[in-house]
């Protein structure tokens, strides 16, 4: 049978193939900087910096998230209001400021260097601005209706069983009450 899919290889792309190489380089080089700074300072100065920085990151993180509940609520205040909710710039969002926490809480100093780097308010407004310039122009260039295709041909592509497409057509007749259809229905037979 034929489908119309092609059967030959995809060419895998260089962020599958670099990306684990460079995770490997950098959790290589943090710990070999841990192991210097321990050299130099001791294993005390080292664990007080892992453990300050797990503490640290945990404050901006639920500060972060206390922020973000309280512009949530007040945006269901100003919809209830009638009121059309005020649109957040990008990079004033806490996404940024979580993700500063999060490296602030992995364990070396490169993650750390970086989640301080990304506390700084200019710094995660040029992050945030970047970020929605990339996905505006990755969105305008999709093709319309591109995500309920991109859905459908992932099933074509790797399928986990029979796809049976088909609709469902209720008949809603007069008298009839909401509930569980009890009449006899005979069983369906392939």
Do not use: C
Not at 26 to 47: F, K, N, R, Y
Not at 71 to 83: I, R, S
Not at 116 to 128: E, H
Not at 168 to 179: H, I, W
């Amino acid at each position: 049978m034929t489908t119309g899919i092609s059967t030959a290889p995809r060419r895998r792309s260089p962020a599958r193939t670099f990306l684990p190489l460079a995770i490997a380089a950098w959790m290589i080089l943090e710990i070999w900087l841990l192991t210097v700074i321990a050299d130099v300072a001791g294993g005390l100065a080292v664990a007080a910096l892992l453990v300050g920085g797990i503490v640290l990151g945990a404050v901006v993180i639920k500060r972060a998230g206390r922020r973000a509940f309280k512009n949530l609520a007040n945006t269901f205040q100003q919809a209830q209001q009638g009121q059309q909710p005020t649109p957040q710039q990008p990079g004033q969002g806490n996404g940024l400021t979580m993700l500063a926490g999060l490296l602030l809480m992995m364990p070396g100093l490169i993650s750390d260097a970086a989640g301080l780097v990304l506390l700084l308010p200019p710094v995660r407004a040029w992050i945030g601005r970047r970020a929605a310039r990339s996905l505006e122009r990755k969105m305008t260039s999709a093709p319309a209706g591109s995500v309920g295709d991109a859905f459908q041909q992932a099933r074509i592509h790797y399928p986990d069983g029979k796809i049976v497409q088909g609709e469902v057509v209720r008949e809603d007749r007069p008298g009839q009450q909401d509930g569980p259809d009890t009449a006899y229905r005979p069983p369906l037979t392939p």
